[in-house]
């Protein structure tokens, strides 16, 4: 009874270590089968290449085209600063004079030698700054128009004084005003009343001398020719070019001129126009 107690103990015992030595096996199988399974490598994955893909072109697509659709165009923004200029401008231009008349003061005409106009009114401009007269006279001016001319045969637009050897000057007048104006150098003296108080201009004669008029009649230059009748000229242009002749007859509307030409020793009249002819 013993000896069979002691030999299933040995069996136990057996069979135990087998089993374990079987797990122990099976373990270590497991490890080395684990270890010899190659890994995935991912770097020799190939990578789909974006760049061979064919890309849809929109250029050929037809765009349609807006330039004909009218497009609004913003209001031009109107700022203070405008909108104050423009308020200033319409004030000064209401509150102008419509007439030279209206200004302040009055206007006087001097006498000065002709041919020294200019000179004499930059004289008058220069002694009225140095005595600080200013707030008594207050404009010298020249009148001035605009003449057409023959010259050389071709017309010629010049401007020309209205009244050579006049000045106009509008000024208040009392002693010190005075006397600044009459011993400015080149003035003779006023023209119109007496020495010591002269006589200012009408309105209709300062409008006159400022050439106030229609606006269509403004910047149309007169025409004011060099001949008078009587006077020998020559002809420049024409079957009669380089004969001398007399005006006979002048025509200014028209631009005409009748000439007595001398043709086989007798007087014979030409009508010649204005730059068919020139002063001998």
């Known amino acids: 009874m013993a000896e069979l107690t002691d030999t299933t103990e040995e069996t136990a015992e057996e069979t135990e ?17 684990t270890s010899d399974v190659p890994v995935e490598e991912t770097t020799d994955v190939s990578v789909e290449e974006t760049s061979d893909v064919p890309v849809e072109e929109t250029s050929d697509v037809p765009v349609e085209e807006t330039s004909d659709v009218p497009v609004e165009e913003p209001a031009p923004e109107i700022t203070e600063t405008s909108a104050e200029e423009e308020m200033a401008d319409a004030v000064v231009e209401a509150l102008a004079p419509a007439s030279p008349y209206d200004l302040p003061g009055d206007w006087y005409v001097i006498h000065s030698y002709s041919g020294y106009e200019n000179k004499v009114k930059a004289n008058l401009e220069t002694r009225i700054q140095s005595m600080h007269m200013e707030d008594r006279i207050f404009e010298v001016h020249i009148p001035m128009e605009d003449v057409v001319e023959f010259k050389g045969g071709k017309k010629v637009t010049v401007p020309k004084k209205v009244f050579p050897g006049y000045i106009l000057v509008r000024m208040s007048l009392d002693d010190d005003s005075w006397y600044a104006v009459r011993n400015t150098p080149g003035v003779t003296g006023f023209v119109a009343g007496n020495a010591q108080k002269p006589t200012p201009l009408s309105r209709r004669e300062v409008e006159r001398f400022l050439g106030v008029q229609e606006e269509e009649e403004k910047g149309k230059p007169r025409f004011k020719p060099e001949w008078d009748v009587g006077e020998q000229v020559r002809v420049v242009t024409g079957p009669f070019a380089d004969f001398n002749g007399v005006i006979e007859e002048l025509n200014v509307d028209q631009q005409k001129v009748v000439v007595l030409v001398n043709i086989f020793g007798r007087d014979t009249p030409v009508e010649l126009g204005f730059e068919d002819i020139q002063k001998n």
Do not use: G, K, L, N
């Open 17 to 33: 270590a087998a089993v374990d030595e079987a797990v122990e096996e099976s373990t270590e199988r497991a490890i080395e089968e």
